[in-house]
């Protein structure tokens, strides 16, 4: 496995465009980046994973200074899980200059749900996945759906700016009880630990009243909120969207089809997402 720190360098690994597939990550991997590690082996090219902790999308408050920085353990990971070349820069490498030219993404989909209680994250993420795609020119990107905003503003901005880039979604990896993955699962004490699939629950009993068809769902998403902060956390939203572009469902709208219901709320002092795909 090659470990380059330049995109220079990076380009005289790779000197044809379009002929590897490509994970980014910001370090501090789990099972659920590996997992989409291994996913990007199976295409037969050569997988580039980077790792980078991108100012960019972290507002002032919060945890950017504090992010886990472990190069060197991931590298050991990246290796066993069939990564080729691990991209590294540093700060100065992405951004030799002040970023001021940015992709400002679709406000209806980045300004909602995420974007409403992280103003600008999707342009700080937005912006460096570009930067990224240009340097490592991938013919496969890889993002899981555990952020699944995020899989759809990057699967937007592919599309609109005509990148020649398959973007392909990963299944959220787990843990067994079913709390989604994340490195800030790391920040939980063990007794938030053992909690912290509360927040799943709630999604599930959300979706599975939203398919019954019981109340509207403006009531239904409000119960939802009121039940997870009368257990301690601290919501910053339970919704059902539409799959395909996060819309909600009218009052008038057939509770059949294809829905997503997510979530983000604090236990403590570390926030967590999640979601969950349904049918109803």
Request: charged share 20%; hydrophobic share 45%.
């Amino acid at each position: 496995m090659l470990i380059v720190h330049t995109i220079a360098a990076l380009r005289a690994a790779l000197p044809v465009p379009g002929t590897c597939a490509f994970v980014p990550t910001m370090g501090n991997l789990h099972d659920g980046h590996l997992a989409l590690v291994r996913q990007a082996a199976g295409h037969g090219l050569p997988v580039v994973v980077s790792i980078f902790v991108n100012r960019l999308q972290f507002a002032p408050h919060e945890d950017f200074e504090r992010y886990p920085r472990t190069l060197e353990r991931d590298c050991e990971l990246l290796q066993l899980a069939g990564c080729n070349i691990v991209f590294a820069p540093d700060e100065h490498e992405l951004y030799p200059e002040p970023q001021t030219f940015k992709v400002l993404p679709d406000p209806a989909l980045a300004d909602i749900l995420e974007g409403r209680f992280r103003p600008g994250f999707f342009t700080g993420v937005s912006t460096v996945v570009m930067k990224l795609f240009n340097a490592v020119q991938p013919r496969i990107a890889l993002f899981g759906k555990k952020d699944y905003q995020q899989l759809l503003v990057i699967r937007r901005m592919t599309q609109q700016f005509a990148l020649p880039i398959v973007i392909e979604a990963a299944e959220t990896s787990r843990a067994d009880d079913g709390l989604a993955l994340s490195s800030r699962n790391g920040y939980l004490s063990a007794a938030e630990r053992a909690r912290a699939i509360e927040l799943s629950w709630a999604l599930r009993t959300l979706a599975g009243r939203f398919g019954d068809g019981v109340a509207p769902l403006e009531l239904l998403e409000a119960q939802a909120l009121e039940a997870l902060a009368a257990q301690g956390w601290q919501p910053d939203y339970l919704t059902v969207r539409r799959q395909d572009d996060l819309s909600s469902p009218s009052d008038d709208d057939e509770r059949e089809g294809s829905w997503v219901v997510l979530g983000a709320a604090r236990l403590g002092a570390t926030r967590l997402i999640d979601n969950i795909e349904f049918k109803a």
